[in-house]
Antibody, heavy 118, light 112 residues
Framework: EVQLEESGGGLVQPGGSLTLTCAAS????????MNWVRQAPGKGLEWVSY????????HYADSVKGRFTISRDNAKNSLYLQMNSLRDEDTAVYYC???????????WGQGTLVTVSS | DVVMTQSPLSLPVTLGQPASISCKSS???????????LNWFQQRPGQSPRRLIY???NRDPGVPDRFSGSGSGTDFTLKISRVEAEDVGVYYC?????????FGQGTRLEFK
C-alpha cells in the first residue's frame, strides 16, 4: 500500500526556517516524480515544487523560488522541502504527492501545517 | 502562467441528479508528447485531495464510474452522472502541461 507521511510542520516566526519531510513507503520511491502542494487556510490548492526520481530535474513556483529547496534521499525513501525566509503568506498545509500515470497527484499524504507568525 | 477558470464556483445539487463543472484554460493544454495534462481532484471536508481523473478523461483506480471527464483544447468538463451524499466537497481542475503547474479556484458542491 502506498503511504506518504509528512512531518516537520509547526509555528515559526517570519524570516525563520523549517524543513519538511515526507516519508514514503509501499513503492519503489526512486522511480517516481514527487511534488509539494500547499493549501492556505480556507483557500485552494497551490503547487510549490517538483523533483524527478533521480533528482535531475527540479522546478519551483515563483512564489517560493530562491527561498525553498526541494530534495530527496532515495536510500531513505524520503522527500524534503527546506523552507527559508518564511513569510506570513507561506502559512498553509503542505502536502507531498506522488505522480501516477505520468502526472501529478496520484497519491497524497495527510499534510503538515506550517504557521508563520510572530 | 496558465490561468484555470472554473465555473460555477458553487454548485447546489440534488441527490441522484447529474452535476457538471467547467474548467477553461488560458492556453491550450496539449503537450509536445501529444498528451493533455488536465486532471480533476476532489477534496472532501477535512481530507487531503484525491485525484479522480487524469489526462482529461481517465478515471483513477477505485473512482466510481459516475465520474467522467471530457474536453479538449482549452475547455474541459467534469460530470457526475448521479450525485451521491459522499460527493460533497470541493473540486479542482489542474493543468500540468505548462510550468508552473496551476489549479483552478475550486468548485464547492453542496446539497440544496
Amino acid at each position: 500500500e502506498v503511504q506518504l507521511e509528512e512531518s516537520g510542520g509547526g509555528l515559526v516566526q517570519p524570516g525563520g526556517s523549517l524543513t519538511l519531510t515526507c516519508a514514503a513507503s509501499g513503492f519503489t520511491f526512486s522511480r517516481y516524480t514527487m511534488n509539494w502542494v500547499r493549501q492556505a487556510p480556507g483557500k485552494g490548492l497551490e503547487w510549490v515544487s517538483y523533483i524527478r526520481g533521480a533528482g535531475t530535474s527540479i522546478h519551483y513556483a515563483d512564489s517560493v523560488k530562491g527561498r525553498f529547496t526541494i530534495s530527496r534521499d532515495n536510500a531513505k525513501n524520503s522527500l524534503y522541502l527546506q523552507m527559508n525566509s518564511l513569510r506570513d503568506e507561506d502559512t498553509a498545509v503542505y502536502y507531498c504527492t506522488r505522480e501516477d500515470f505520468g502526472t501529478l497527484g496520484g497519491y497524497w499524504g495527510q499534510g503538515t501545517l506550517v504557521t508563520v507568525s510572530s | 502562467d496558465v490561468v484555470m477558470t472554473q465555473s460555477p464556483l458553487s454548485l447546489p445539487v440534488t441527490l441522484g441528479q447529474p452535476a457538471s463543472i467547467s474548467c477553461k484554460s488560458s492556453q491550450g493544454l496539449v503537450y509536445s508528447d501529444g498528451d493533455t495534462y488536465l486532471n480533476w481532484f476532489q477534496q472532501r471536508p477535512g481530507q487531503s485531495p484525491r485525484r479522480l481523473i487524469y489526462k482529461v478523461s481517465n478515471r483513477d483506480p477505485g473512482v466510481p464510474d459516475r465520474f467522467s471527464g471530457s474536453g479538449s483544447g482549452t475547455d474541459f468538463t467534469l460530470k457526475i452522472s448521479r450525485v451521491e451524499a459522499e460527493d460533497v466537497g470541493v473540486y479542482y481542475c489542474m493543468q500540468g502541461t505548462h510550468w508552473p503547474v496551476t489549479f483552478g479556484q475550486g468548485t464547492r458542491l453542496e446539497f440544496k
